[in-house]
């Protein structure tokens, strides 16, 4: 459990950092949508992976949001939103990393609700899981 706990704490500081940084980029205005998006979806992926982690939940390696979702409901574990609601952030993963067209497929106030959410969510059953095992 030791490394399987180690690895979800690292992840978590991973997805935090995403999150001050969406937030910082978020700040800074229209010039930084598509990245400051791209930070938001890694920060979900992070946190949906750190919990996928801590409960010894086996995942591929992947950047799809509904993916993660998906292996986290059928376990027992379902985050507190939709695969299809954290789906959105799904594009910001690469497609637009590599493009350089501005396209918003998500508002930043929902964007913004899901990011605090699920990260707020991966801390609390990381914890909980954590203390469970000491």
């Not at 508002?107 to 991966?122: F, L, Q, R």
């Amino acid at each position: 459990m030791k490394e399987r706990a180690e690895e979800a704490k690292m992840l978590l500081r991973l997805a935090r950092r995403d999150l001050k940084t969406y937030e910082l980029l978020k700040i800074n205005g229209i010039d930084f949508v598509e990245p400051a998006k791209f930070h938001a979806q890694q920060c979900v992926e992070k946190s949906l992976k750190a919990v996928l982690s801590a409960k010894k939940i086996r995942f591929n390696r992947t950047h799809d949001l509904t993916e993660l979702v998906d292996s986290l409901t059928v376990a027992g574990f379902p985050p507190p939103f939709e695969s299809s609601d954290l789906g959105k952030l799904n594009p910001y993963a690469v497609l637009f990393r590599y493009d350089d067209r501005d396209i918003s497929v998500i508002e930043y106030k929902e964007t913004s609700k899901y990011v605090e959410g699920v990260y707020k969510w991966a801390k609390k059953v990381v914890k909980e899981t954590e203390d469970s095992f000491s």
